[in-house]
């Protein structure tokens, strides 16, 4: 048919398009800069300000913290507050006591001499979340948020979220090989049958119902789930932190979204500079990164069982004569592992290691509490 | 029989005789009391021997008031005449007279007529004939050696007199234009749009010759005795499958005092290969040195620095907005309809006005007068049909033609998942031209363009754009003729989303204008000649509107104030030629710009960035209210000096205005793009710019070279703040950033118009480079530094070449090379909301890797028998014959909290095309 070979012709079209990986070898800047990572709870909960350095591309580590800073919140009341030094970067303070509608800032002295302020932010509250759901698309299901403000006084939101799910082995095992041998499993202390999967999110969730008669933001996105994945094979549950912005704050995040998730389609616009709230007082010049927010913070935790999902795993088994040779020959590799034991004749039965120890896929046997 | 008959395949010219020959003694008393003509004749009919034919229809209004005693038939004549343009010749022989107005008509065959070669005498006819111009048109079909005289050698004067005329299609009486008319073998004149062309001689006798690609060369003698007429019919080049050999003498880039000037015939552009195979004119204009394009998907293109709203996109005098179907993929103009294009990048003629780059002038064709004929094209991706003919008579021809794409149907095929996707466009093109008389001509333009696009989503794109114009040209006498333009263009977008449906929206923009134009030209002398005009636009623009779509759309409905402004020029340009040498073409264009009400304006405090914070107040303006004048004169000059026939130098200055900006962040034109008029707060952008060129033709002109340098300053171009948002912004100025801008560069230019291989090559080498100075406004980007355009490519080669194999196969060859464009890319990376996210500095530091591409396609003509219903034709080709995968972009993003380097590549491979044309 001439249609369908047209067709393909423009699929080929398509396919041409094409993105590849590539390093185009820049030079980084030898400077480092502070970036500042904070949200002030004026909450009854704690409040967690993350200090980090710039890094150049090409560096290993990840992160670069900024270690031995003192870290400041500055109210307009001229009360004050300290947040400890807990490590890895990170500036801790169980309850800061802030008042709802006061003005903050956060004052921060680096090991380094120099001194950051950001600019004053209003203590604000964050409406309770509503909702979340799951909808089925063609790729597989998105996670949504629902949440709404009967004042009308939020309009911009935040989102983050931590998820954790259950995985199982496609096979249950009893054994387990061990210094050349075959032994049963301590169970259920030695199970690997069950195993949770934990992430965070790892980009920026916005939506605004600026353009709405009422403040409500209805299924706004914060998980794409694509057909397949392990998230819905067994249990999945998702923890969604929402966090009030005003508008600079919201201008800022959708900013760094754009310049770093949103990046290399046709009409996308350029990477421009991002701007914060936080400036160094003992040399202008320098560029810090960062917004310095204060909002309470809702959270709402919700569980998906049983959605119909097809999640596959492609397993066989492989019969093992059970003597000490083709053991260890078959499982002293570590690819294979034994699950079952048939004694007429002995025979273990064994496969491959994602299909019988769920560790293996990423898994812990850490169960959280909430489960 | 009272109506005139042509007795002869006359060669009908001009001559300024008022009296025809006459020779009876037969004398006449009679007193005629306000009488028709008709009973005038038929009383003369019976007092004499002769007959009279005239036409009864052109003569009515005729009366005759006149008391004759004893006069000589051409005495009663003359004396009847005397006053009006009636005019009369006699043949003595069949005792005939014929009534004709302002013109004569010959009654003797010319003497020698039936000499044949053989018998000694000189053997070339010599016709004293007369121009006959009403009803049936008869031309020159110049293609023997024939003398034609112009004028009686009675009323010979000694000095120079002027000759227009048109040149014309034989078989379709279209006009053609950018025809080189020569004299004694020296470049005279280049036939214009319409296909008139005027001509400064000496009075005696000189050798004419015509000649333009694809016709036969016209060629003739010419004894000029006086000023007048000759129009001239060219044969189509027929292709004869037997090799012969065509030697004619080409002319002259050299000549024209313009520079910076680019023609492109639609023959030129169909011979480019393109992606999918579809004859792109902005495409075309791509490989002509000093247009650079973003990257592939990008119908925008800059012309010497230039943004892509800096380019004035004219089809037929309409105003085109968007140029482009398939967001960039595709122009949105129809190869059926263009008869030709012209850039101006450089000398922009003072009769345009309104954009700081350059003027794209995309001229249609006109229907064939003949006949009833049509065309149709299969291609991979669109189909397009058109019809022409004559309509009702000779006089009136249209062209109705049409494109459209596959794609919607083909999407359908797709799995049930993207059954809701859609992408599809179309174009309407309707022309029609019609001639009241030899001096006015009507011709109406109608154009509209529609793209629609959704895929797998419930978000819908869609655009067109919509034009109209009539244009009248009136030619007042030898010396004047004017054109007189009125037209309507609108470009409108929407985009629907119903995806999410609280948040279910519709925003949409529009641009409307109306404008009016009147171009003057006057032909003085040899040494002198004006063009001169008014124009004025009335813009009419809705920044942006947003709507709830549903009943269950929270979206509260949102409307950015509309504009509106007028936009009024007058020009005058000078052309003037002391001598053979040196030609100089000054011209002064006055802008002038007024916004107009109702509008509530914002007024910030003097001298303080503008933000929220520094506005003062609004101020309320009525409708119609001025608000803001902007304006000043511009100035177009260019010189020429021409060393020898083959080598000339040429300099120009520019100055230009513009008073409409597209609002644009990314870095190619985006579907949701705005256009913004100039107001209190944003200023008009201006744009100076000087050059000098050397022009050298090579090998009997057959090759044409030129080099071109050049430097543009641009100040108040827009740049945008950080992050900016455009789209239904009520405070657009509080996003801009004043920027200034530099750009030079250097332009060569080889080019083979004629034989078995040719083409062009050319290089440029340039920069534009951009500052924004202004302390006031906050944080500069680069710290004020000067940094590079995102168009800013130094290198460009581009050859495009033909090889004819022979009259039914030819091979084309395009190639094109540039630097890769500028890019921002991180200097470092930080954790940062959960990932790991870069740095970026400055703007625009590094660039893409250089760009390589070349595409080859076969074009093969079905066979040539004259006689058969329909003719068809096959391209056949591959766009990016290396497959190279040229990047578009190079990014970093972060996925999963990790970051990628990605370098992204439109067409990353071959792409094979196939086309279909079959004409009837």
Redo the contacts between chains.
């Keep these: 048919m001439k249609g369908k070979y047209l067709f393909l012709l423009l699929i080929m079209i398509a396919a041409a398009g094409c993105r590849e990986q590539y390093d185009p070898k820049v030079k980084s800047l030898e400077q480092s800069f502070l970036v500042v990572e904070a949200n002030l709870n004026p909450g009854p909960d704690s409040t967690d300000v993350f200090l980090t350095k710039t890094l150049k591309l090409s560096d290993p580590q990840s992160v670069k913290v900024e270690a031995n800073a003192n870290v400041i919140v500055e109210g307009e009341d001229n009360s004050a507050g300290i947040l400890n030094n807990i490590g890895g970067g990170h500036y801790y303070s169980n309850n800061l006591n802030l008042t709802i509608g006061t003005k903050y800032r956060l004052r921060i002295q680096t090991f380094d001499g120099k001194e950051y302020l950001s600019d004053y932010v209003t203590a604000r509250v964050t409406p309770p979340i509503d909702s979340i759901g799951l909808d089925r698309t063609p790729d597989g299901a998105t996670i949504y948020v629902n949440t709404s403000d009967p004042a009308n006084a939020t309009r911009y939101y935040r989102w983050e979220y931590d998820e954790t799910w259950e995985i199982n082995s496609y096979f249950y095992s009893q054994y387990i090989y061990e210094n050349g041998g075959i032994r049963p499993r301590n169970l259920p202390s030695e199970d690997v049958y069950q195993c949770w999967k934990y992430a965070t999110a790892t980009s920026i969730r916005l939506a605004n119902s600026i353009r709405l008669q009422n403040d409500v933001i209805y299924k706004a996105k914060l998980v794409d789930i694509p057909s397949g994945s392990d998230k819905l094979s067994v249990r999945y549950s998702i923890l969604a932190k929402q966090y009030a912005l005003d508008r600079e704050a919201y201008n800022f995040y959708e900013q760094l979204k754009r310049n770093t998730e949103e990046v290399g389609g046709l009409f996308t616009p350029l990477p421009s500079e991002l701007t914060g709230n936080i400036k160094c007082l003992t040399d202008p010049t320098l560029f810090v990164i960062g917004y310095v927010t204060a909002s309470t913070i809702q959270q709402k935790r919700v569980f998906f069982n049983h959605i119909p999902w097809d999640f596959r795993q492609f397993c066989e088994t492989k019969e093992v004569p059970d003597n000490p040779d083709s053991i260890r020959v078959f499982f002293s590799g570590g690819l294979y592992m034994p699950y079952a034991y048939n004694p007429f004749p002995p025979t273990y039965y064994g496969s491959t290691d994602g299909c019988v120890d769920c560790r293996t896929r990423g898994g812990t046997k850490l169960k959280p509490s909430y489960w | 029989m009272k109506n005139i008959v042509l007795l002869l395949p006359i060669f009908l010219l001009f001559a300024s005789a008022t009296y025809g020959q006459v020779s009876d003694n037969e004398k006449i008393t009679d007193e005629f009391n306000n009488i028709k003509l008709s009973e005038f004749f038929s009383r003369l009919e019976k007092k004499v021997s002769y007959k009279f034919y005239y036409d009864a229809v052109q003569l009515d209004s005729f009366t005759i008031q006149l008391s004759v005693k004893d006069k000589t038939l051409p005495e009663v004549l003359q004396e009847a005449f005397k006053g009006t343009d009636l005019r009369f010749s006699t043949d003595d022989g069949s005792k005939n007279i014929y009534i004709t107005r302002k013109l004569l008509i010959a009654t003797e065959l010319p003497k020698g007529f039936f000499n044949t070669k053989n018998d000694g005498s000189a053997g070339q006819a010599t016709d004293s004939v007369a121009d006959y111009d009403i009803e049936v048109r008869k031309t020159n079909r110049l293609n023997t050696d024939k003398i034609v005289e112009i004028g009686k050698k009675e009323d010979q004067k000694s000095g120079s007199v002027i000759i227009t005329g048109y040149v014309r299609n034989s078989k379709t009486g279209e006009p053609i234009s950018n025809a080189t008319v020569s004299v004694d073998s020296v470049y005279g004149a280049t036939t214009d749009m319409d296909g008139r062309y005027t001509l400064n001689l000496g009075t005696g006798t000189h050798l004419f010759n015509v000649s333009v690609i694809g016709m036969k060369d016209s060629r003739l003698q010419l004894k000029v005795f006086t000023r007048g007429k000759l129009d001239v019919d060219m044969d189509e080049e027929v292709r004869t499958l037997k090799e012969v050999v065509i030697s004619s003498a080409r002319t002259v880039n050299v000549r024209t005092v313009q520079m910076g000037v680019q023609r492109l015939t639609i023959e030129n552009i169909k011979r480019i290969p393109t992606v999918f195979g579809e004859a792109d004119v902005l495409r075309a204009i791509t490989s002509l040195p000093g247009v650079k394009t973003v990257g592939e ?1 990008s119908t925008g293109f800059n012309v010497r620095g230039g943004s892509a709203d800096q380019n004035l996109i004219l089809f037929n005098d309409a105003t085109i907005f968007n140029p482009s179907h398939f ?1 960039g993929l595709f122009s949105a103009f129809n190869p059926e309809v263009i008869k030709d294009i012209e850039l101006y990048k450089s000398s922009v003629p003072a009769k345009y006005g309104g954009r700081l780059s350059s003027v794209l002038d995309i001229s249609g064709r006109e229907g064939n007068k003949k006949m009833i004929t049509g065309s149709a094209g299969i291609g ?2 669109t189909s397009r049909f058109n019809i022409e003919g004559p309509l009702g008579n000779n006089k009136t021809s249209f062209i109705l033609a049409g494109r459209t794409t ?2 919607n ?2 999407l359908n ?1 797709l799995p049930d ?1 993207y059954k809701d996707s859609k992408a599809s466009f179309h174009d309407i093109n309707f022309l029609l031209d019609h001639r009241l008389d030899s001096s006015n001509h009507i011709y109406f333009t109608g154009y509209f363009s529609d793209d629609h696009f959704a895929l ?1 989503s419930d978000t819908t794109y869609g655009y067109s754009n919509r034009n109209m114009n009539v244009r009248w040209k009136h030619n007042y006498n030898r010396k004047l003729s004017s054109n007189i333009i009125l037209g309507y263009d609108q470009y409108q977008y929407d985009v629907t989303s119903k995806k ?4 279910a ?1 519709k925003l949409g923009f529009d641009i409307k204008q109306l404008h009016f134009k009147t171009d003057f030209e006057y032909f003085l002398n040899t040494k002198h000649s004006f063009d001169f005009g008014v124009s004025t636009i009335r813009y009419k623009l809705n920044p942006g509107f ?1 709507n709830p779509i549903g009943e269950q759309s ?3 409905p ?1 409307k950015v104030a509309n504009e509106q402004a007028q936009e009024s020029g007058a020009y005058i340009t000078h052309r003037y030629n002391p001598n053979s040498k040196l030609s100089i073409s000054s011209g002064i264009r006055y802008s002038m710009y007024n916004y107009l009400g109702p509008q509530e304006v914002r007024i910030y405090a003097p001298g303080l960035p503008l933000t929220p914070n520094n506005l003062q107040g609004t101020k309320e303006y009525g409708n119609g209210k001025m608000i803001k004048t902007y304006g000043g004169p511009e100035f177009r000059f260019s010189a020429r000096y021409a060393f020898s026939n083959v080598i000339s130098l040429k300099a120009a200055f520019n100055s230009l205005r513009q008073y409409i900006h597209l609002l644009s ?4 034109i ?3 793009d705005t256009w913004k008029l100039s107001d209190a707060n944003i200023r008009p952008q201006r744009g100076q710019q000087v050059s000098f060129g050397v022009y050298s033709n090579l090998r009997s002109n057959t090759i044409e070279t030129s080099v071109e340098v050049y430097y543009r300053k641009i100040q108040d171009y827009l740049d945008y ?3 900016a948002t455009l789209l239904l912004n009520h405070t657009v100025e509080t996003e801009v950033i004043r920027t200034r801008g530099k750009a030079y560069g250097v332009e060569v230019l080889l080019k083979k118009t004629v034989g078995k291989l040719n083409g062009w090559i050319s290089y440029t080498w340039s920069r534009i480079l951009l500052q924004a100075y202004d302390t006031t406004q906050g ?1 500069l ?1 680069n710290n004020g530094r000067y940094y590079p355009a ?1 168009y800013d490519k130094p290198n460009d080669v581009t050859l495009t070449a033909n090889f004819k194999v022979n009259h039914r196969f030819s091979l084309s060859l395009n190639s094109t090379y540039s630097t890769g464009r500028p890019i ?18 400055d ?1 625009n530091a ?1 660039r ?1 890797p250089d760009y390589f591409r070349t595409d080859f396609a076969m074009n093969i003509d079905g066979n040539y028998k004259v006689h058969q219903k329909t003719h068809n034709s096959w391209t056949i080709g591959l766009y990016n014959l290396f497959g190279r ?1 040229n ?11 990790l ?11 071959v ?2 095309f196939i086309n279909f044309n079959i004409s009837f």
Excluded: C, H, M
């Design positions: 998907a967001f991979l991706v596959y794609a149907w083909l095929l998942e797998e999410n449906e609280v948040n929206f947003y929270l979206v509260t949102d962040n990314t870095t190619i985006a579907p949701t703040k950080p992050g944080p980007v995102n921002t890319l991180p200097v470092g990376r930080y954790y940062y909301a959960g990932s790991q996210r870069v740095l970026y500095s703007r590094y893409i995968k990047p578009y972009s190079v990014y970093y993003v972060s996925e999963n909290g970051i990628n380097g990605y370098k992204f590549s439109i067409f990353g491979s792409i094979p």
